[in-house]
């Protein structure tokens, strides 16, 4: 975020409570925000409701904030916690398919994943390239096919493999070395 749309006086003005100085706030916030959000969470819908959770968040708590030049960082913390959060959410719930039924175990390494701390989880997830993290959530976590996948990544079926690839290799790598 840039100090284009969040001078020091206006994030002053808006910690003192000035109504349009927290409207200018939020509102110079809302495309980084979003654009960061849709780097780091799975979808669309969750980039667009993490975002706006963030924005809520600075409208009602801006201040709190201690000093003002965090403001990029405080609200991009906001932001990828609730992109965490939403993956732990999708982690803890499975797949949402008809045939799923919780108390039957879909893999060997379905039952792992299950057991392993969340935390851990989502940092190594979280720690992916864009694409690989984008490709693993939108296929083992939401449970997208290949091909759908694919498509809505602009990849062709088989880069997108690799990508998965690459991406659960990463993941077994980083929660091998962080038991």
Not at 87 to 92: K, N, P, V
Not at 146 to 157: K, M, Y
Request: charged letters at 25%; hydrophobic letters at 45%; glycine letters at 6%.
């Amino acid at each position: 975020m840039g100090r284009d749309w969040a001078g020091e006086q206006l994030v002053l003005a808006a910690q003192r409570g000035d109504p349009e100085a927290i409207s200018a706030v939020v509102q110079g916030a809302h495309p980084h925000v979003r654009r960061f959000a849709q780097h780091l969470c799975a979808s669309s819908a969750d980039a667009e409701d993490a975002a706006q959770e963030a924005l809520i968040t600075l409208y009602r708590k801006i201040g709190t904030l201690n000093a003002t030049a965090a403001l990029a960082s405080w609200m991009f913390r906001i932001v990828r916690n609730e992109c965490l959060r939403r993956a732990r959410y999708l982690l803890d719930r499975g797949p949402l398919t008809a045939d799923f039924a919780p108390e039957i175990v879909a893999s060997a390494e379905d039952e792992v994943l299950h057991r392993l701390d969340a935390d851990q989880l989502t940092q190594a997830i979280s720690a992916l390239p864009d694409l690989q993290r984008r490709v693993l959530i939108m296929r083992d976590v939401l449970g997208y096919p290949g091909r759908a996948t694919a498509d809505a990544l602009g990849l062709s079926t088989t880069a997108m493999k690799s990508q998965l690839h690459r991406a659960r290799t990463a993941i077994r790598h980083n929660l091998d070395r962080n038991p």
